[in-house]
Each structure stands twice: as C-alpha cells, then as structure tokens.
C-alpha cells in the first residue's frame, strides 16, 4: 500500500483565501456564480499553496448526490405535531421520489442546532436545500448563504439581507386574509377580531395586513397575537372575549388556532356561528371538517406548494442556474387561495 | 490555477478488486473489520492501479461527518400518520443532539426506494445509521451490509443472512404477550383472540408466539391477522365476531388495532370489558387513554428504544467497533415491558 505526504486540502485554500469551502469548489470546477474578486482570492490561494484538485476531489464537488435536505426551521416535536409540515413533506417526497432523489430531512431539537444544520448541508452530501418555517431572526438563511447550496425556500423569507437569486413558493396570504374578513363583513359582522399566527414568519405578518386592509380603522384590542397553535388559539380567545365581550367574529391565523378558539367560544356559551362566527386558513384536512361547526376557511394547497418546492428546485439543477428563472429573473411562485364555506361562517 | 491528469479513484480500485468503495476506504485506512481475503485484493488492485490515497479522499473517508441516518423502513405517509415513529424518532433526536450529531431522516414512498437509500448510505454521508420497521422480504438490510455503513436496528432484524455483529434494541415482545394472554386468563375468560400485528416484521411474530405460549390449544380460528393499523383492526375485529360470535376477550398487536377492534365492538352492541375485555401494546399516549373504555395495554418505552439506539450508536462509533460491544460480543438490548392496567381488561 503507498501513500503521500499530506498535500494542501480544500479546507486550507478556503481558509488562506478567506472564503467557504462551497466557494472554492465552484470557483475549482469553473467558477461559476461567484464574483470576481472572490474568484481571484481563490486562484492565489490555490497556486501560493501548489493546491492540486483531484479526481476524487472534483467528483466529490461535482457529482450529483441526487439527494435533497428539507430544513424546516421547528423542533423535531412540532414537525410531527402539525399535520401542515406532513402534507408539505408529502408533496416533496412524491416529487423527489419521482424524479428518483433522496429526501434528506435534518431534523433538530431547535434554533441552537441551526449551525450544525448549515454544517451538514456546506458539506457536499446534497445538492440543494428546500427550507421553511423560517423565524426573522433564524441565522439558517445565512448559513445556507454561506453554505453555497441551491435553495428554494417554503414561504417568502423575511430576512432584511441579499435577496437577490432567492426562490420561494408561497400562497397568498394576503388575499386570502382579505377575503375572509370581507366574507365576515359581508355577514354584516362589525366587530371582527383577528388571532395572529408566531409575528416572526411572514405568512402571520401577511394574513395580518390582509386583515387591516379590510378593517382599516381597527380596534386594536380586537387583535390578538397567538403562534399557530390551539393552545394558542385558546389563550387569545379568552383575551380576546375579556376585553370585547361584544366581538361577533374571529378570523384566525390558522385552522389549528380557529379549532382552540373554537373551544373556548363553546365553553363560555357563545353559539358558532350566531353569536361569533369564525374563519380559519389552510383548510387542513380533517381538522377543519371536524370542528364543531365545521370550519369556515381559506383554502391553500400545501401539498402542491411542496411539490412545486421540489420541481423549482430539481429544474434549477438541471439548467445548472437553480437559483434563477429564465432569463435571470428569480422564479418565485406565489399560489392563490380559495374561501370555503362550511358552517362556521 | 492548476490541474493534473486524471488518477485513478477509489471507485476504479473498487471495480478492479471487486468489492464496495466502502471495502477499499476502510482498508485504505487501516483494514480493520475486513476478511484478508479482502484486504489483500484491495492491496494489490491500488499496486496495479497506481492508486494513491490521497489527503482529501482520506479526509473524506475517515473524517467524522458528526451525522446519522435515519431510516424507517415504510412509506412517509405512514411514518407522519402512527405516533409510534414520531415517539422513537423524538428518543433518537434527544440522544443524537445531545452529542451535537445530526439526525438525518431518509424519507421514502416504499420499497422500491430502498436501493436509493442503499446509495445514499454508501455514499459517505453519514457515520452510522439507525435503522427500524423492517419487513422481512425488504432488502434493506443486505443493502446497508453493502454500503459498510455501522449500524443499530430498531427490533430484531428478521433476516436469515449472516448476523454476525448485527446490533438491535428491543422490547420483549413475546414475554409482554404473555402476561397480557395470562392477565385475561387470570379474569376468567376462556375464548381469548389474538389480533396479530404485520407478520412479516418480527414483533408482530413474537407477540403471537408469546399468546401461543399461554394458550397453547389455542382454537386456530382466534386469530386474525391484521397490521399495526386502526382499520386493520376493526376488520380483524368484525372477521372475529364473525367467525366466534362468544369471544370473550381479545389481545391487539398494538394500541391503534386494539383501538380499532374497540369501535367494532362498541357497533355490535359489545361491552367493554363485560362482554369482551381488550388489551393492547404500546402504551401509547395519548390513544391509550382515550379509547372508550381507556385501554389496558403492555408498555413499552419507545422513546427510549430510540435514545438507546442512538447511544449505543454513537459508543461503537467512539470505539471505533461500532457493530460489536466489549470482547467482541454482540451487544443488543431487550427491554422489559409492563402490565398497564385501566378500565378494558
């Protein structure tokens, strides 16, 4: 058996040229997508240590896995507690499957294993990311950045940096908030409350614009901040019916939330919908038929906005430009929403 | 920038010796756990080759990715939809973040995917892999013996393969049969069923055995096989009534079959347990205790089979003999299991 003294490593020219690992791969296989100066950094550090790629090496940075991570930024508990994280998967896996890529999901106990996460995902075991529920001040966006891993993001990200290139697919939260609360005004509701979903995700900030642009002059007490949950949906009920006792209708963030708020309007003896109608978002399945009344709700298509995750994704490779859109233009999906009607509302 | 001719890979030595790449990195690094038959073709195929390891293929092969696969051998529909997955996957998430490695779950859409997972363990990507649900005929196992990658079963594995060095956690699933078959007994009742679990996993054929060893005479037409499902369960249940009209207890394979033989028994004008008592296997919370009547069940602690997984693991890792524990023997855990009594039995 023979062997070499050791030689300068990818980890070595990353460091001597002050970039990541991802960048001196791309910049070694061709450069593409990385700016000049960082292009240069790379070359010097390469030729100043005598950095020679391998054939191991290069197939190890070029190579398709064929493999897809899915990152969704909860504790592993709350993946599995919320049917809207299943059903997203669902639609990813049926599309990964088909195009016979491995779906990788990187499961975490919270935000502290985010570094770890972007960790594995810089360390070429994958060839794209597919990440949601992003927090505003998640430090995943970031680290995946850094990490050089073409990503299509569940959700528009609501972080303030560089946004060019990123790819999302979203519903549209907005309208859907505004046509649940003009429904509830159309009923002849005056006193329309909202319960926010977690205020640090986008999708809770847009279903609460699309409730003030309906109800522009507000009572703000008829606004009541919850985190998509039904416990959470029961403590703003409760608030919400303590300080408007007169409220005769709740939008609510979500289907989960709408089912806890639905419960405390039962418990305190408050008919649905005579007395408070409500609405919920998502229509999640069966939850939303098995409400007692059953829901009232905006329809997204969660399923399809996984599998259409995936597809953006897999196309991207494919043009080997996954972050753009034809003609260099991101191709971001925003889907749109449908109320449906059940007894609720 | 530099480049050199290309040099013969890792694979190439693995096609001329004709073994796993995972065969030619372990001897490349050192040999250990290879048949010298092996190690000596590897040997001579990297002479003939002019193979040279070099630094970054031997970082790539001995370096700790600090990662561990996940590998649940059912469709992902299944995974979100039994909480006995969630409850294992939540033992192994807590062990593997503790020592700061990450969970990797391999999602599939069946069997047919497996030799996709195969590639993807084989792949270098993860230290190890945590692997359960097995069904008899799945290929997995001989799969993952392929790709070399250390690894601990969720259940005894069923194969008739070599098992040498094989490692598993388990509950005892025969002896946790017999005391729910004798705590029916012990009440009195003479026609007790058996609702079998999938008998193409070794569970299910282990709590049959252990009824088999209680009611040794046991009339062949009490038992009715169904599949760890609720469904499976009512029909199981409704074949039953059908065929022994004077059952007077039953024992489910599990907590959701056992939940299921429930609703039939409630349809057919059956009480619970004065008519027919029902035990189940699990203890699964929170179905356990809201079945009507709340069930008697056998306990076994799933979360921790996964942390259990997981540690051991992770020990073998840190040993360096991650299939083998102290002297070389084989080091599977079987754990107790407990009568929980409530109101069904």
Excluded at 69 to 78: K, M, Y
Excluded at 169 to 189: E, K
Aim: hydrophobic share 40%; net charge negative; proline share 6%.
């Amino acid at each position: 058996m023979t062997d070499t003294a050791p030689r300068p490593t990818l980890e070595a020219v990353a460091a001597r040229a002050g970039v990541s690992r991802a960048t001196v791969s791309r910049v070694v296989n061709g450069g593409d997508g990385v700016r000049d100066i960082l292009v240069e950094r790379v070359r010097k550090a390469v030729e100043e240590l005598g950095y020679v790629p391998n054939q191991a090496a290069r197939s190890l940075v070029t190579r398709r896995h064929d493999a897809i991570a899915v990152v969704v930024a909860e504790p592993e508990t709350r993946v599995f507690a919320d049917p809207f994280f299943a059903l997203q998967l669902r639609g990813i896996s049926k599309e990964l499957t088909a195009h016979d890529n491995q779906l990788v999901l990187l499961l975490t106990e919270g935000r502290d294993d985010h570094a770890r996460v972007g960790r594995y995902l810089a360390g070429g075991h994958v060839d794209g990311a597919l990440v949601f529920s992003l927090h505003l001040d998640d430090p995943l966006p970031e680290l995946i950045q850094r990490a050089g891993v073409p990503t299509v993001f569940g959700g528009r990200p609501g972080w303030s940096g560089d946004r060019r290139g990123v790819v999302y697919v979203d519903s549209d939260n907005r309208g859907g908030a505004r046509d649940a609360v003009r429904h509830l005004a159309g009923l002849g509701r005056t006193r329309i409350a909202h319960i926010t979903g977690a205020l640090d995700q986008t999708s809770a900030v847009d279903r609460l614009d699309g409730y003030r642009d309906v109800m522009v002059d507000a009572d703000p007490r008829l606004i009541a901040e919850a985190d998509f949950t039904p416990a959470g949906g029961e403590r703003a009920m409760r608030e919400l019916l303590d300080r408007c006792p007169d409220v005769d209708a709740v939008f609510a963030a979500n289907d989960l939330t709408a089912s806890g708020a639905l419960r405390v309007l039962r418990e305190t003896g408050r008919r649905v919908p005579d007395d408070v109608a409500v609405i919920g978002f998502d229509d999640m399945l069966p939850v939303a038929e098995q409400t007692d009344p059953p829901l009232t709700t905006v329809r997204q298509d969660i399923e399809e906005m996984g599998r259409l995750m995936a597809r953006l994704l897999l196309r991207g490779l494919d043009r080997g430009t996954p972050q753009e859109g034809v003609g260099g233009t991101p191709s971001s999906v925003v889907l749109p929403t449908t109320l449906v009607r059940r007894a609720s509302a």
